[in-house]
């Protein structure tokens, strides 16, 4: 823990602000152009943000405040675990349950905060989104619980390495294929995107957890946002497709499947929470238990594998 | 009505108005018959998205609250409230003749005439409805005047609040109403 | 100085309690705390003592490294607990009974995890469950007293009846010794284990014996209730540990079915530990009374440290002792905020109460670093704890019971969460805006338990040191402690660090917050109601069927208790039955019988 692991760190949260940030604006533009519009400029999201930060603000007591500092000081210690390649920030901390339970800091700090408004449809917006939770963690935990018992590690970093030892057939997309479906569908929840962004419906719940953010809260948690979807999104391409051994190679993967996860949301509907839970509860949890159970009483996909 | 001694912006805020000028949030919060013309303006042919702008949900992370068309007094009382709860520094546009003189509805009892009296105005467009290019024409020039740093009604607002509070008494009586009805 | 004196102070300065009690129970109470703080000292000072025998009357102890682990869990609890008897004493009808009844299962339950025989240990047993069955009707409710009465009975009826046949088989009434000597085929050794742990399960309140905790947890006194979730489920998990350590269950077991490398017998048990985690975790959802969510919440831990003492292993064994601790001082520190928070508002039902916040802040903090522990959530004790119990199970490749560990971890979050924004969070109702900060007698435990929560999850290695001992005394492979790190086989934590860049962040977010311009202040009732103008805070506080969408889906379940209470029903028409068959005075029905009884013998006759 010297000075110079706490330097690469703040290095490290920085670009991976810009990285998302940059690509958020691609993605709106995507999504434009899959609606036949424009599009917004592609650093639209830092002008959003930027803004946001400048505006005076409001706030309803002490813990308004303070939950969304404890929220992005969560997430921003979370991000300095991710592993990209051999670059670690701190060595030996990015063991994958770490990175679950720190991601539960950002979603406790927002709901605090929000809550602490004293306006009910933050409540009820905090309370979906902790359902939500409950619902897309179950079959990605056993997912999880899976590749620790078959690759006999739980540090992200050294699955994504196990997997680029047979280059491209060695991913646990291929290896673990029900296993790989059922963290794609899981993104999808996480990163709070449509089917299942009940949470933030801007006209039915006057959007939720927000709706009494302005000025530099409503831009703290723009920021909280991205970094998040960086985290969630970091996890799924370091554990099921193979991590990145350079910068750009990691970059393209992360390009492809958070575009991916922005086009299925844009030609979904939206659904109900209890819908959400009953959705996952059913085939993806099924699909999570029958893939376990190939790894752990066959093997296949693992020690027989190529 | 303009203030008349202009201060300067010092670097933080011209910094403000470069950022505030390229991303503007609209209250969703459309009065009158105007509000017809806001659909075509955010959907495919008229994109207001690519010049920045974007629905949000409530006025606390709102910018700019469009009065589009004729405001009856129970509207100004709510729009008035929305108004204070927006943080600033933040602008109001008006659709339409209604809120320049009242329109086609100026003799009646239950409208007002000029918006001006009762909240600081920064942009009107002209017609009866204007059409969606009007529109983007005129949130064109909305932000040609936060970055010149000419879209100052919040400002006026704070510095002349008697005259409004004053206009808003004769013309509604009180804005958060305290009546045996509402309690 | 040593185990005798304690147990005698505690059961000598009960009888005295009661004796100042009847003359001045506020001095009776504070001779609780004094008493409790003094046994919290001195099993401190004892621990250098382990391994020393001592025996008095017909009871003999034994200083054990695990002994010592659960007294000092349960010191801790009493000692801090105590301190809000001196303001609840107006509330009891009998305060001089509650105060000796306080002290003497203190020493009940030390005495208990102390016994080197099995007469000692059913004595003091049943020394805690009958305390404990008389202090919780001098809360809420007397169904709640008879109910915890019966199913602790069953439980201790059935250890009696396996010590009884443990006595016959090997004629040794000391424990460690009378489980070595048992040489019994495999159906019988299923049958002593099964029997002995019953006590166990009805005391942790698995499933299906579950139904007495939340009616007695959230119904006993605001100041038991505590050391009821925090303290004395403990004590099922002490028999746990003897039926499965003590008892080679391992061994006994290894010619039956095995499921991922453990026998069939543990493997039901931790099933029906996994279904505790479930049902606890969802029951507590939908719970509108603060106390009996937590009740319900102790079910699911419960579950966890059942789960943690029966893998036997390396890492999850210490991480079910582990959560123990973590456990008790969080549930132990909620159920202390909610008796505060009932102190000065009257109620603990939340949807009465709301934004408590602004009038007691102090309180606030402590409830939401309880709950963050309880939540499993870095950098408290209970990540810690929940970390090692997941890497166990995940290393076994145990799925359906790491689903329910993952379910009832994530589950929390919503549980917890309910009585933060319910209670503490939300609009400040007009009837509560008087109130004041919980007295500083009461603030004192509570900041205690929090900074004690904070410092074993920044280095939890100083009360896993204890559980290596621990380990090392049972013969399991020890878990490898680094200087602050814990290193296993699949994973590596070190909680320091994890803390470190937790709080760097922070203050990276804080700059950052602390540039931008200052805010504005503004009441809670000046918020975002599309313009309509409110004047009633209570309306506007949201806190009734909180999560009415996922309670719909679970909404019709079937209930233990009816089930429990069906069952009894059908007893009683066996013995309506039976007494209208054999008991009555109608001539036909003699008539009947005889006739029955001659055909059989006269069958009889002839078959033979």
């Not at chain 2, 910018?63 to 100004?76: A, E």
């Not at chain 2, 108004?83 to 086609?104: H, L, R, T, W």
């Not at chain 3, 435990?445 to 410092?455: A, D, G, K, Q, R």
Request: glycine residues 8%; hydrophobic residues 50%.
């Amino acid at each position: 823990m010297t000075l110079m692991n706490f330097f690469n760190a703040l290095i490290f949260v920085l670009f991976a602000f810009f990285m998302q940030t940059s690509i958020t604006g691609v993605n709106r533009k995507i999504m434009a152009r899959l609606q036949k519009r424009r599009g917004p400029r592609w650093y639209q999201q830092f002008l959003d943000i930027f803004k946001a930060l400048s505006k005076s603000s409001i706030s309803h007591g002490w813990v308004f405040q303070f939950g969304v500092v404890m929220a992005v000081g969560g997430i921003m210690a979370t991000v300095m675990f991710i592993p990209i390649g051999d670059f670690r920030a701190f060595p030996g901390t990015d063991n994958i349950f770490i990175i679950s339970y720190l991601l539960a800091v950002g979603m406790l700090g927002m709901a605090m905060s929000a809550a602490g408004s004293g306006n009910p449809w933050a409540s009820i917006g905090v309370g979906r989104a902790l359902t939500n939770m409950l619902a897309y963690d179950m079959p990605f935990m056993v997912v999880v619980v899976t590749m620790i018992f078959a690759f006999k590690t739980s540090s992200v970093g050294e699955i994504a390495e196990i997997q680029r030892n047979i280059g491209v057939l060695g991913w646990n997309i291929f290896r673990l294929p029900l296993g790989g479906i059922v963290g794609l569908i899981c993104l999808q929840g996480m990163l709070g995107k449509k089917p299942f962004d009940s949470f933030i419906a801007p006209a039915e719940i006057a959007s939720g957890p927000m709706v009494e953010y302005g000025g530099r809260q409503l831009g703290m948690l723009f920021i909280l946002h991205e970094l998040m979807t960086f985290i969630e999104v970091s996890l799924i391409v370091n554990l099921f497709f193979g991590g990145g051994a350079t910068l750009l190679e990691y970059f393209i993967k992360y390009f492809i499947i958070y575009t991916f996860a922005n086009l299925v949301s844009g030609i979904s509907p939206r659904f109900k929470i209890d819908q959400a839970v009953t959705f996952y509860y059913k085939a993806p949890l099924l699909a999570a238990l029958v893939q376990g159970f190939i790894v752990v009483f066959t093997g296949w996909g693992v020690t027989k594998w190529l | 009505m303009a203030i008349d001694d202009k201060v300067g912006r010092d670097a933080w805020e011209k910094l403000g108005d470069f950022f505030r000028a390229r991303s503007i949030w609209m209250m969703w919060y459309c009065t009158g018959c105007g509000a017809i013309e806001m659909p075509p303006t955010m959907t495919s042919r008229f994109d207001m998205e690519r010049l920045g702008m974007g629905p949000m949900a409530t006025p606390r992370q709102a910018d700019v609250l469009l009065i589009t068309g004729y405001l009856s007094t129970k509207t100004l009382r709510r729009v008035i409230y929305s108004y204070e709860q927006m943080q600033d520094p933040k602008y109001i546009v008006a659709f339409g003749s209604c809120a320049i003189n009242g329109g086609i509805y100026f003799d009646s009892y239950a409208t007002i005439n000029k918006l001006d009296d009762y909240l600081p105005v920064d942009l009107y467009i002209a017609g009866c409805m204007p059409r969606p290019e009007a529109i983007m024409n005129a949130f064109n020039t909305l932000q040609q005047s936060i970055r010149k740093g000419e879209a100052d009604g919040w400002k006026r607002y704070k510095k002349n609040s008697e005259f409004y509070k004053e206009n808003q008494r004769k013309a509604i009586g009180e804005v958060f109403v305290h009546d045996e009805f509402h309690e | 100085m040593n185990l005798l004196s304690i147990i005698t102070i505690l059961i000598v300065g009960g009888l005295l309690t009661y004796v100042v009690s009847r003359m001045n129970k506020i001095v009776g109470a504070y001779m609780t705390i004094i008493i409790s703080l003094a046994t919290l000292a001195m099993v401190l000072f004892i621990k250098s003592q382990v391994g020393s025998t001592y025996s008095i009357l017909y009871f003999s102890f034994k200083l054990t490294e695990v002994g010592w682990y659960f007294s000092f869990v349960l010191a801790l609890t009493y000692a801090m607990s105590a301190f809000y008897n001196v303001y609840f004493t107006d509330k009891l009808l009998y305060p001089h009974t509650y105060s000796m009844l306080y002290l003497l299962s203190l020493g009940g339950s030390i005495g208990l995890f102390f016994a080197r025989d099995f007469i000692t240990f059913f004595v003091f047993w049943e020394l805690v469950v009958w305390s404990s069955a008389f202090i919780i009707p001098l809360g809420k409710s007397r169904k709640a007293s008879y109910i915890y009465y019966v199913i602790s009975t069953m439980g201790s009826l059935a250890t009696l009846y396996a010590i009884l046949l443990i006595y016959k088989l090997t004629g040794s009434l000391v424990i460690r010794e009378a489980f070595v000597l048992l040489d019994v085929s495999l159906g019988e050794s299923i049958l002593i284990f099964g029997l002995f742990i019953l006590s166990g399960l009805t005391k942790i309140g698995i499933f299906p014996f579950h139904v007495w905790l939340p009616l007695a947890h959230g119904s006993a006194p605001h100041t038991f209730s505590p050391i009821l979730s925090g303290g004395l489920v403990k004590l099922g998990a002490y028999v746990a540990y003897i039926s499965v350590v003590i008892f080679p269950a391992y061994g006994a077991f290894s010619s039956t079915f095995m499921v991922l490398g453990i026998p069939l017998p543990i493997y039901l048990l931790m099933v029906l530990g996994a279904i505790s985690i479930v049902i606890g975790t969802l029951m507590a959802i939908r719970q509108d009374d603060a106390k009996k969510l937590l009740a319900y919440s102790s079910v699911a831990n419960g579950g966890y440290i059942l789960i943690g003492i029966l893998m036997k292993d390396q890492i999850a064994f210490a991480g079910g002792l582990l959560h123990l601790f973590a456990h008790a001082i969080a549930s132990a520190t909620a159920f202390l905020t909610i008796a505060a928070v009932a102190y000065r508002t009257g109620t603990t039902k939340m949807s009465e109460l709301g934004g408590m916040i602004h009038r007691m802040p102090i309180t606030y903090t402590v409830y939401l670093i309880s709950i963050i522990s309880m939540a499993g959530i870095p950098p408290m004790a209970g990540f810690v704890s929940k970390w090692l119990i997941l890497q166990g199970l995940a290393n076994q490749g145990l799925l359906f019971i790491s689903l329910a560990a993952f379910f009832g971890s994530i589950g929390s979050f919503l549980y917890v969460f309910r009585p933060l924004s319910a209670v503490f969070l939300g609009q400040l109702a007009p009837k509560h805006e008087n109130l004041k900060e919980a007295p500083p007698l009461m603030l004192i435990p509570m900041i205690l338990l929090t900074c004690i929560t904070l410092f074993v999850g920044i280095f939890p290695n100083t009360v896993l040191e204890s559980i290596t001992h621990i380990q090392r005394e049972a013969g399991i492979n020890m878990l490898e402690l680094q200087q602050n790190a814990i290193v296993t086989l699949n994973g590596y934590l070190n909680a320091y660090h994890v803390f470190v860049v937790f709080a760097y962040g922070f203050v990276l977010a804080l700059i950052l917050y602390l540039l931008m311009p200052n805010s504005r202040r503004v009441g809670l009732m000046d918020t975002y109601t599309s313009a309509e103008f409110i004047y009633t805070p209570e309306l506007l506080h949201y806190a009734h069927d909180f999560y009415a969408p996922f309670e719909r889906l679970y909404g019709k379940h079937p209930s233990t208790l009816k089930l429990y209470e069906r069952l009894s029903l059908k007893v009683q028409e066996l013995g309506t039955f039976v007494d209208y068959a054999f008991m009555s005075h109608r001539p036909s029905l003699t008539v009947f019988w005889i006739m029955l009884f001659m055909s059989l013998i006269a069958m009889g006759g002839v078959v033979q």
